[in-house]
C-alpha cells in the first residue's frame, strides 16, 4: 500500500469522526524517523480514543497494522506507528503543550482536501 493510500485512509477516517485540526505534515526531508505525521485533535479522551481506533479498523480492513500502538492507557496522546506514517491523536491541551506544527515546522505542510475525497 503506498503512502499516499495510507494517508487518504487515515485522514477520511479521522474527518469521518469529527476530528479537529487534522494536519499531514512531510517530514521525509528533515528526518529519517517517517515519512509523514498525520496530526488530529479529539475534544475528549473518548473521542481521542475513538478516532484512533477508527484510522486503525480503516487501515486494518485495508490490510494494514500498525507497526506499534502507544498511549491507549492516558488516551490523551495516541500514536499508531505505520512506519512511514505516523498518526498522532491528542487531546486539545496536550497538543497545544507539544506544539508538533512548531517542532516540525521544516516539513512540509500538505493540503488534506485531495485526501477527503
Do not use: C
Request: no cysteine; charged share 30%.
Amino acid at each position: 500500500m503506498s503512502e499516499q493510500q495510507i494517508l487518504q485512509i487515515a485522514v477520511k477516517s479521522l474527518d469521518d469522526k469529527r476530528g479537529e485540526d487534522i494536519k499531514v505534515i512531510k517530514i521525509s526531508d528533515v528526518t529519517s524517523l517517517a515519512n509523514y505525521f498525520v496530526l488530529v485533535t479529539g475534544a475528549s479522551s473518548t473521542q481521542v480514543k475513538t478516532l484512533a481506533d477508527e484510522a486503525e479498523q480503516k487501515l486494518k480492513a485495508a490490510g494494514l497494522s500498525p507497526k506499534r500502538t502507544e498511549g491507549y492507557r492516558g488516551a490523551d496522546w495516541i500514536v499508531l506507528d505505520y512506519i512511514d506514517v505516523v498518526i498522532h491523536v491528542f487531546y486539545k491541551e496536550t497538543r497545544e503543550f507539544y506544539d508538533l506544527e512548531t517542532l516540525w515546522e521544516d516539513g512540509e505542510q500538505l493540503d488534506i482536501t485531495a485526501f477527503l475525497r
